[in-house]
């Protein structure tokens, strides 16, 4: 038995799978967000370890071999020498940091930090708001030991081991080169003085061995203490590496309150637009190379609120997709809802949403499927600035619609291979901690699809509407 966590944005998840791959166990547990100001998104570091303590205790598992450790990226989670928390966790949905966003594109800090790192800051990613807290609060980074990660926090508070490893480095600070610490980019940023508060990297570079280790140093849950820990990818890697992408070109998208699309290379590009994540790829067995990560800030919350707004519940989806036709007679949608702006495939802080070619004829079912559509042509804007070229893995809540699958195979114009589920990142972090821990695994069985969706319907005409209304947008 292998334990998977996966510490989400709204949801903490446990999962225990057998050597053969199957779930025998779920647990869950939800945590809050809280909005403590406008633009500002927070968390509870305290009440999320208090979750990941109450999904193992639910989980009820005898005798597990390992366990692994995934959970959401970017944000800031301060702690003291111990792991606790010495402030509120601030979530990468947060936007107080779009300022310095802007100036750093103003004055070639942005450019300069891309071309380094082939990662784009962007309000909630870890510099900005590192550079936030350092001018309105240096009294708490004063007393901060460290600027960890959310499974960063979850492992030290665990195991005591004070580390991160390669996927969450890569987007602060670190050469994808040679997967270490440019401190030299602290300095671009006036953050030198800071240098301290980053935590290690866990077998720096990237041929090596993988995600940081530890033992649990009490019970917890049930599970005894000496268990064997491993602690990453986040969980945009670990839902690539559940779901099976392995080969260069190939794609992800998971279908979550972002669409996060991510593409597999073997080849490091830090040309083009500045945008998205290039994350480290390798260790413990894995592929090696990068993912070219497009994680937009659009997704499923941005179907939930048209939901809303037409008084639709989620059991009605396919049935309004059903009633409206592709083009949806001509109702657009531009999914750029999040208080933050954008941050892939184009960075642009103050970038908002647009519901267009409405008229008295057009009924809730045209507005829906406009939303759905629209998000399948982000997600097609985000694989094509990523360089995919393969097949697409896809996984996420948005997957229970069977018909809104359909219309991101007709966006995409490729076939799309639903990931054996559930809980594929958890999946990904327990099947890397098996890499890391030497145990023996048929990593076909435990990846393999369960479904696939053919594209029906050519989208070509409706996704270059979609590329010219975006345009027409950012030059507003």
């Not at 960063?152 to 987007?171: E, I, W």
């Not at 491993?230 to 945009?236: K, M, T």
């Not at 054996?420 to 999946?427: F, K, N, T």
Request: charged fraction near 20%; glycine fraction near 14%.
């Amino acid at each position: 038995m292998i334990v998977g966590v996966d510490v989400g944005t709204s949801v903490t998840k446990a999962v225990a799978f057998t050597l053969d791959g199957e779930v025998t166990a779920v647990a869950a547990r939800p945590t809050v967000l809280r909005h403590p100001a406008s633009g500002q998104v927070e968390q509870d570091a305290e009440q999320v370890f208090r979750s990941v303590e109450g999904v193992l205790a639910n989980l009820a598992v005898e005798g597990p071999l390992a366990m692994g450790i995934t959970g959401q990226g970017d944000g800031l989670w301060p702690l003291d020498a111990a792991g606790t928390p010495a402030a509120p966790a601030i979530s990468w949905m947060d936007g107080r940091a779009a300022g310095f966003v802007d100036a750093w594109m103003a004055d070639g800090t942005f450019e300069t930090l891309f071309r380094r790192t082939g990662n784009a800051p962007f309000p909630g990613a870890g510099a900005p708001l590192l550079a936030w807290l350092d001018r309105f609060r240096p009294g708490l980074l004063d007393r901060t030991a460290t600027v960890a990660r959310c499974k960063d926090m979850v492992m030290q508070r665990l195991t005591g081991v004070r580390v991160t490893d390669m996927s969450d480095a890569s987007n602060l600070f670190t050469d994808p080169r040679t997967g270490r610490r440019d401190l030299a980019l602290l300095e671009v940023c006036g953050l030198g003085h800071r240098a301290g508060l980053l935590p290690p990297i866990a077998d720096s570079g990237p041929a090596a061995p993988g995600p940081p280790v530890g033992e649990l140093l009490a019970p917890v849950g049930g599970l005894p203490p000496g268990l064997p820990v491993s602690a990453g990818p986040y969980d945009l890697p670990a839902c690539a590496a559940g779901a099976g992408v392995a080969g260069p070109g190939e794609g992800l998208l998971i279908i979550g309150t972002t669409l996060a699309c991510q593409v597999h290379v073997d080849r490091l590009d830090l040309g083009g637009e500045p945008a998205g994540q290039t994350l480290l790829y390798g260790g413990s067995g894995g592929p090696g190379g990068w993912l070219r990560a497009m994680p937009a800030m659009t997704g499923t919350a941005a179907l939930d609120w048209v939901l809303r707004l037409v008084g639709a519940g989620h059991d009605e989806l396919d049935g309004l997709l059903a009633a409206s036709p592709p083009g949806a007679h001509g109702v657009r949608f531009l999914p750029f809802l999040s208080a933050g702006g954008e941050r892939a495939p184009f960075v642009d802080p103050g970038v908002r949403g647009r519901l267009d070619g409405l008229e008295l004829a057009r009924s809730r079912a045209d507005v829906v499927r406009a939303a759905c559509e629209g998000l399948a042509f982000a997600a097609r804007h985000c694989f094509d600035a990523a360089g995919l070229t393969g097949e697409v893995a896809v996984c996420g809540g948005g997957t229970a619609s069977e018909a809104w699958l359909q219309i991101f195979a007709d966006a995409l114009g490729r076939p799309l291979r639903l990931a054996r589920g559930p809980e594929v990142g958890a999946r990904g972090a327990a099947l890397v901690a098996a890499r890391r821990f030497g145990l023996a695994l048929d990593e076909a069985a435990w990846t393999r699809g369960t479904r696939w969706y053919e594209p029906r319907h050519d989208r070509e005409d409706g996704y270059h509407r979609y590329l010219d209304d975006v345009a027409a947008l950012r030059a507003m």
